[in-house]
């Protein structure tokens, strides 16, 4: 924005960052109860800048990842049983707050998060290292 005649400039650099893709996977532990799942749903359904937020089921998970995997059949030796159940958000924003997961770390039966900044045009992705949510 250009104020005045001398051409003093003012930015609000917030207004103008750029907004990158993130995809946030919450995984749940084996024994996950239906009324585990809803607690968590409830607690995402609070996160900031949340563009979509989907259930992945243990069978989801399993073809998805036979589909990766389908060069490698040593891999899908054992099966789906060990692939735990997810949700799946993906967030837009200029920059990822690990602290609005904070939420997750009351409830016992989140295994683990992983968040990854997707690929943009020449930027590669990267995984977005949230201390805080380690387990």
């Not at 103008?16 to 607690?39: G, I, M, N």
């Not at 995997?69 to 990822?96: H, T, Y």
Request: net charge negative.
């Amino acid at each position: 924005m250009l104020v005045g005649a001398g051409g003093a400039v003012i930015a609000a650099p917030a207004l103008f960052a750029p907004q990158h893709e993130y995809a946030v996977s919450v995984f749940l532990k084996l024994d996950a109860t239906a009324e585990q799942k809803a607690a968590v749903e409830e607690a995402l359904s609070d996160v900031d800048d949340v563009d979509t937020v989907r259930f992945e089921s243990r069978e989801q998970a399993w073809k998805e990842f036979q589909e990766m995997a389908k060069d490698r059949q040593d891999l899908l030796a054992g099966g789906s049983a060990s692939l735990p159940e997810s949700f799946r958000l993906d967030i837009v924003a200029a920059a990822f707050d690990c602290e609005s997961l904070d939420v997750l770390l009351s409830l016992p039966v989140v295994e683990r998060v992983i968040v990854v900044q997707r690929p943009e045009d020449d930027e590669p992705g990267a995984k977005i290292n949230c201390g805080n949510l380690l387990r």
